[in-house]
């Protein structure tokens, strides 16, 4: 084993010593920090000298109203539901204000803030949502806020809270809608003339970067604050709006209503290309695809919001099944004409062939029989005719109302 010298050792012992009384030191001097907080918000919180039922002072004490700051920081939105027209939100709701009763010494910037426990303990504005359909504040494993004083006698007030909010929705333009949804930030009892609520000036709306909406069909484009007081013949309470702009997402209408669509009505004119004869196959075809389409718009309809308006939608889904009865009614008018009126058919009932060759019975016949064997072939072609106008008119129809039904509502997006 090392020995060490006596003057070695009797400089160690001194370090040793030095480090204990430092760190005694330091821990005499948080005491005295935490004592003097505790003593401070004895003195101020006290009955005689703080009352607080009694709202704080205006602007270097005079009577005016308090102005109270807000700002918020959107945490998440867990869904917006055009159904119900509301939408979810969870923030961090923060609000500053002034109350000179409260200003203390910060013992040369050593208490930068007082952390206050209980709010009821001092005056606070009575604010809260108006177009709030439930809220709740969070408590898990401790109540989510503080209430923190500073040496100039500001008030910081901040809590997490989660709110469903009432947002009315236009679903005309449905799937191309977007929509404007409120926060309504108001006083609740006091006047204009004691509480005025503005907006922080720097940054007072916050949101999350990583926040999303996709796998709920919307898209949030923006938000800004505004103000919504108003003055009328009833009292004026002071009042903020937080306006979060959402669109759309258009791919799940695409993939589950427009192509789908699409296919049946496209797959219907298929009919139009086959034979005249083969009546089973397109009345099986016909009865297929407006069934099917009958089933989307029924299935389809019931899941979209509902309203005493025509929506953008309805329009697509009704043209389309307008279109596919229509090759439905093209099939019956083609079976109606064709019916016995096959060339075939009109040489047995005439008892002409014009192809045989056979001279000696056509010389037996009268004019008449000629007559009535063309207007039976004439009758007979018109069945091709049907079919024929039928393949252009239907699918051109159906190309011009896509396009006048795509720019009409892209643009007005």
Not at 108 to 114: C, P, T, V
Not at 191 to 209: C, F, R, Y
Not at 225 to 235: F, G, N
Not at 293 to 319: C, E, H, N
Request: net charge positive; aromatic share 14%.
């Amino acid at each position: 084993m090392f020995r060490l010298r006596k003057g070695t050792s009797h400089f160690i012992l001194q370090l040793i010593f030095v480090s204990l009384g430092s760190v005694a030191f330091a821990n005499d001097s948080t005491m005295n920090i935490l004592e003097k907080e505790k003593a401070v918000l004895d003195q101020l919180l006290t009955d005689k000298r703080y009352d607080a039922r009694i709202r704080p002072s205006g602007a270097n004490g005079t009577d005016g109203p308090v102005v109270v700051r807000v700002n918020f920081f959107v945490r998440n939105m867990p869904y917006v539901d055009d159904l119900k027209q509301e939408y979810s939100v969870q923030l961090t709701f923060r609000y500053m204000w002034l109350d000179e009763r409260l200003q203390f010494d910060d013992m040369g910037g050593k208490l930068k803030y007082l952390h206050v426990d209980a709010a009821r303990r001092i005056w606070m504005p009575d604010l809260f949502f108006s177009n709030e359909k439930q809220g709740n504040f969070h408590n898990m494993l401790a109540p989510n806020f503080y209430v923190r004083i500073f040496p100039s006698g500001s008030v910081l007030y901040s809590t997490r809270i989660s709110l469903t909010l009432d947002c009315p929705m236009n679903l005309q333009p449905y799937p191309f809608d977007r929509h404007e949804c409120p926060l309504q930030i108001a006083s609740y009892g006091y006047l204009t003339n004691d509480v005025i609520v503005q907006w922080k000036e720097v940054l007072p709306i916050q949101v999350i970067n990583k926040l999303s909406l996709e796998f709920q069909g919307f898209t949030l484009t923006g938000y800004s604050p505004e103000y919504c007081s108003t003055k009328s013949i009833a009292p004026e309470y002071s009042c903020l709006k937080a306006m979060f702009s959402f669109k759309r997402d258009l791919m799940p209408s695409l993939t589950r209503i427009y192509i789908p669509n699409c296919v049946l009505v496209l797959a219907s004119f298929v009919s139009f290309w086959l034979d005249p004869s083969r009546g089973a196959s397109r009345a099986f075809l016909v009865s297929t695809t407006l069934l099917a389409m009958v089933f989307q718009v029924s299935y389809r309809t019931a899941a979209l919001p509902t309203g005493s308006y025509i929506k953008a939608v309805d329009i697509w889904l009704s043209v389309c099944l307008a279109f596919i009865f229509g090759t439905l009614l093209q099939f019956a008018t083609l079976n109606y004409t064709s019916r016995n009126e096959d060339k075939n058919k009109c040489e047995q009932a005439e008892g002409v062939s014009l192809l045989s060759g056979d001279e000696s019975k056509e010389s037996t016949r009268s004019p008449s029989h000629y007559k009535h064997y063309l207007t039976c072939l004439s009758k007979a072609s018109k069945s091709k005719k049907i079919d024929i106008v039928a393949r252009i008119m239907f699918p051109t129809s159906f190309a011009v109302f896509n396009l006048a039904y795509w720019i009409a509502y892209l643009h007005k997006e």
